[in-house]
């Protein structure tokens, strides 16, 4: 198992909170002016981005752990 990869996909879960709250708190600010239209488009980017990169990060730990397990299981054999 490795654990950078499961730390960076907890750790860009967590960025997909924040861009969410971000882009939430764009919407209620954009009444009064810019800086709630830039926190929209920044947290709309950041909750675009961030599941692709953290589902990207996911499949490649799957995808090592299985080859771990099929490695150590023709290591058994």
């Known amino acids: 198992m490795n654990i950078t990869r499961l ?12 861009a969410a709250y971000l882009a939430y708190w764009g919407i209620q600010k954009y009444i009064w002016g810019d800086i709630g239209l830039t926190a929209l488009i920044l947290g709309g980017a950041l909750s675009v981005g961030m599941p692709l990169v953290s589902g990207a990060i996911l499949f490649e730990f799957l995808r090592e ?7 150590r299981k023709k290591h058994d054999e």
């Open 7 to 18: 730390f960076l996909y907890l750790s860009s879960l967590i960025l997909m909170l924040i």
């Open 65 to 71: 752990t299985a080859r771990h397990g099929r490695d």
